[in-house]
Every structure is written in structure tokens, then in C-alpha cells.
T-cell receptor
Framework: EDQVTQSPEALRLQEGESSSLNCSYT??????LFWYRQDPGKGPEFLFTLYSAGEEKEKERLKATLTKKESFLHITAPKPEDSATYLCAVGPSGTYKYIFGTGTRLKVLA | GAVVSQHPSRVICKSGTSVKIECRSL??????MFWYRQFPKQSLMLMAT?????????EQGVEKDKFLINHASLTLSTLTVTSAHPEDSSFYICSARAGPSSYNEQFFGPGTRLTVL
């Protein structure tokens, strides 16, 4: 069964304290792995797509990496405005649907 | 680019009434749109996949007569919650797939908060 697990469930960081969020997945065939940011009461905002193991993508303080079993979202020197829920989704082969993880709620303290 | 809008952003209705939510792709054509439901502090639950000009495909456990989906054009999909009850209160979010490639990402609307009294 296709499955996506994110950890930790919640994370509190001091401003400038770098860390990583994990997204582990099992899927019969991977079309793509997608990272989103969601602020309270809003829809998810697209961050990255990763297609194959070894791929990396960066945007400002965020860097996403992918292996055959998991993806990491690295946050370097976070700021309070990075506080949000980060969602990982897997797109299995043969379908346009996503399988979402439960998300990591990140709080960055000033 | 890749902007998706939803209307209304918030709706309060009485039990037994029907509510229609619109989802529009503003700057691209979306052959496929998706409708999700999200409960507080939980992830997104896919309700149905909507393809332009054809019937929606509902996920297991989602009542198709309760949640009517219409995808009449390449930029508009609607979700109608029929005979709404308090248990239908939730945050409803649509997304649209931008482009024909199987690798295309989904872009999400801002969501609609439905409260049924």
C-alpha cells in the first residue's frame, strides 16, 4: 500500500537554528515527490518537485533532497516567517493523484 | 503564474441548504482539478478528481450524491454540498494540475471555510 509519513509532527526552533524535516514514503512507482507550505486557514503553497533519487532543489533558506525511500526538507537559519505546516506529497505512477503526509508544524521563535 | 482562486472564502449556512463552491484556474487551463477536505490540524483528504467534460471520480467513502462536482470548462470546477449538515462543516480546498504532462504539479486554491449551523 502506498504510504507517506512525515516526522517530526511538530518542531520548535530558535531563529537561526537550522534543522531538517523528514518525509518517508513507500510507493510502487514514483511519478514525483512534492513539498508544500501551508499557513493557517490557507491553501498549500507549492515549494518543490523532486523526480528522482539524488535530486536536490533550493529556494532561499529551503533545500529539498530525495532518496529512494525518503525526502528531507532542510531549513537553514530559519526566520519567524518560516513558521508554517510543511506538507509532503507523493505522486504514484499511473495516477495524477497525490498521497499526502500528515505534515510537520514548524514554529520558529524570534 | 499558476494561480487558483476559490469563491467564497467563507460561508455559513443553515442545516438542509445547499452550498456551491467555485474553483477557477486564473492563468492556465486545467484539464484536471481535485477537491480536498481538511479537518483542523490534519492533512488534506482527497474527495474527488474532476476532469473537464467528464464525470468526477470520487474516493472511497465520499458520497457522490452529497458532494456534486461539475467541471464545465478548462478553468472552472464547482463543488456543491447538497442538504448540508453540521458534520459537513470543514475546510474545502481545490487544486488544479497545470498542463498535460504527468509530471505537472498541483496548484491549490486558498480554501473555503464551510460552517453549517
Amino acid at each position: 500500500e502506498d504510504q507517506v509519513t512525515q516526522s517530526p509532527e511538530a518542531l520548535r526552533l530558535q531563529e537561526g537554528e537550522s534543522s531538517s524535516l523528514n518525509c518517508s514514503y513507500t510507493v510502487s512507482g514514483l511519478r514525483g515527490l512534492f513539498w508544500y507550505r501551508q499557513d493557517p486557514g490557507k491553501g498549500p503553497e507549492f515549494l518543490f518537485t523532486l523526480y528522482s533519487a539524488g535530486e536536490e532543489k533550493e529556494k532561499e533558506r529551503l533545500k529539498a533532497t530525495l532518496t529512494k525511500k525518503e525526502s528531507f526538507l532542510h531549513i537553514t537559519a530559519p526566520k519567524p516567517e518560516d513558521s508554517a505546516t510543511y506538507l509532503c506529497a507523493v505522486g504514484p505512477s499511473g495516477t495524477y493523484k497525490y498521497i499526502f503526509g500528515t505534515g510537520t508544524r514548524l514554529k520558529v521563535l524570534a | 503564474g499558476a494561480v487558483v482562486s476559490q469563491h467564497p472564502s467563507r460561508v455559513i449556512c443553515k442545516s438542509g441548504t445547499s452550498v456551491k463552491i467555485e474553483c477557477r484556474s486564473l492563468d492556465f487551463q486545467a484539464t484536471t482539478m481535485f477537491w480536498y477536505r481538511q479537518f483542523p490540524k490534519q492533512s488534506l483528504m482527497l474527495m474527488a478528481t474532476s476532469n473537464e467534460g467528464s464525470k468526477a471520480t470520487y474516493e472511497q467513502g465520499v458520497e457522490k450524491d452529497k458532494f456534486l462536482i461539475n467541471h464545465a470548462s478548462l478553468t472552472l470546477s464547482t463543488l456543491t454540498v447538497t442538504s448540508a449538515h453540521p458534520e459537513d462543516s470543514s475546510f474545502y480546498i481545490c487544486s488544479a494540475r497545470a498542463g498535460p504532462s504527468s509530471y505537472n504539479e498541483q496548484f491549490f486554491g486558498p480554501g473555503t471555510r464551510l460552517t453549517v449551523l
